[in-house]
């Protein structure tokens, strides 16, 4: 038996008429708004326990009677004394049906946490690659790790691309329009080729966008004093960013690490240099010294040919087989030009064809990309 709401509501006014009462009249008997009476006598919700004491006290019928929706008699006397038997039933029914609804309101927090925390955090810590090259200098490798609230910046290994020249000092800085603020700087090539990704190797600095777009790295040598405007390019974000930073991988065994995306030519050939991050091939065709280098991190690949007093230099970008040459001698480029090798166009002035098939020839076919 459950409690008919429609029967209560009729009960009441017929209570009320019994008395000759407007709701406005019985509103200031009971002390409660006359929009409240309304509402009883429309089912659309009951008294509350207390009120309906003083209904009943008021109107000279037992709550029983009230909850029942109708005066005791011979024929319902059973019912009206068992209903407030129907009353606490109905009370669980409800508590039940409360207890249900807010059991999966919070199940169903704390099933979608999870996903609001990775959404609020989505692309939170996004790393870039950071490098760039001048006439005589490269750095490659660095690498930039930017937070919500900092942003770690690391030193890359910094090249002279003629072997016989020595990088002696490199100073890391950014221009805030005419000004410079230096940043960091390491006075000598051993200090500069860091061989663990620490903390310690890191240096964190707010309002990275500040400086994103004027990051200088100045590089001093024997021979040569250049400025490298550094480049920036975005390889990972949150969980696809493998925390290397603490690895504690020894360099033996880091030596050892093959990438499988890597060209067969670069595994085949090249060993892994775990001070300066690339995969190095030494080697001479005559009386012509030859390195090769390969960088998995930027993939960029790398030619240069020293012939004693002068050199030449390759820089190839996998990516999209840009080919940049420069022919050096007396510390001056005598032959520089840019050339794509996938659409065989000339993107400087001039280009060497020579050197272009020189490149093909003896380099480019091994990589096994054309």
């Known amino acids: 038996m459950y409690m008919d709401y429609e029967k209560i509501a009729k009960f009441l006014v ?20 006359r929009g409240t009476i309304s509402k009883w006598e429309r089912a659309v919700y009951l008294p509350s326990i207390e009120m309906l004491v003083k209904i009943s006290e008021f109107y000279d019928v037992t709550v029983n009677e009230l909850v029942y929706g109708a005066r005791k008699t011979k024929d319902n006397a059973k019912d009206v004394d068992n209903v407030s038997i129907a009353v606490m039933k109905e009370n669980v029914r409800k508590v039940r049906k409360l207890t249900i609804f807010f059991s999966t309101i919070i199940f169903l927090l704390i099933a979608i946490m999870p996903f609001i925390y990775f959404f609020s955090n989505y692309n939170s810590i996004k790393v870039y690659k950071i490098g760039g090259e001048s006439e005589h200098f490269n750095s490659l490798n660095g690498l930039m790790i930017v937070t919500k609230k900092n942003s770690y910046i690391r030193f890359g290994m910094v090249n002279a691309f003629n072997e016989n020249d020595k990088v002696t000092e490199a100073r890391l800085y950014y221009k805030n329009g005419d000004e410079e603020i230096n940043l960091r700087t390491r006075e000598n090539l051993e200090d500069l080729i860091v061989n663990k990704y620490g903390y310690d190797e890191y240096f964190s600095y707010r309002d990275v966008d ?12 024997d021979k040569y004093d250049e400025t490298i405007k550094l480049k920036f390019r975005k390889v990972e974000s949150n969980d696809n960013f493998v925390y290397t ?37 030494e080697h001479k065709d005559g009386d012509t010294s030859i390195v090769e280098k390969y960088s998995s991190d930027t993939n960029i690949y ?24 420069k022919r050096i001698s007396d510390n001056r480029v005598n032959v520089s030009f840019d050339y794509n090798l996938n659409e065989l166009i000339c993107k400087s002035e001039h280009c060497d064809a020579i050197y272009v ?14």
């Open 210 to 221: 500040k400086f994103m777009d004027n990051l200088y790295l100045e590089v001093k040598s």
């Open 302 to 325: 790398d030619v240069v040919e020293n012939y004693g007093d002068s050199y030449s230099k390759y820089n190839l970008s996998l990516e999209n087989n840009d080919l940049t040459f």
């Open 357 to 370: 098939e020189r490149f093909k020839d003896n380099y480019w076919k091994n990589l096994e990309i054309n």
């Open 245 to 281: 930073l603490n690895n504690n991988v020894s360099d033996d065994e880091s030596s050892n690490v093959i990438d499988d995306n890597i060209p067969k030519y670069v595994r085949d050939n090249f060993k892994y240099d775990s001070d300066m991050k690339v995969y190095v091939y």
């Open 14 to 33: 017929e209570l009320r008429s019994e008395k000759k009462l407007t709701q406005e009249a019985l509103s200031k008997v009971l002390c409660v708004d």
